[in-house]
């Protein structure tokens, strides 16, 4: 698990051909990291959703 350092709004997509829809995370959050990437990890929320989320916004 990891946590979500600050406030933050991500944009998720649930198929391809949907709009996007905003999803917020408050400080404290927390995520499960499932790959890292050069500048961000890929990461599954409480509730299923995929997001990639910038490694500076996360607490590993």
């Not at 198929?15 to 404290?28: I, K, R, T």
């Amino acid at each position: 698990m990891a946590k979500i350092k600050q406030a933050i709004t991500l944009k998720h997509r649930a198929n391809l051909g949907e709009e996007a829809s905003e999803v917020e995370f408050q400080a404290g959050d927390e995520v499960t990291v499932l790959k890292e990437w050069g500048e961000s990890y890929l990461c599954k929320d409480a509730d299923g959703q995929l997001f990639n989320i910038a490694k500076d916004h996360v607490e590993v």
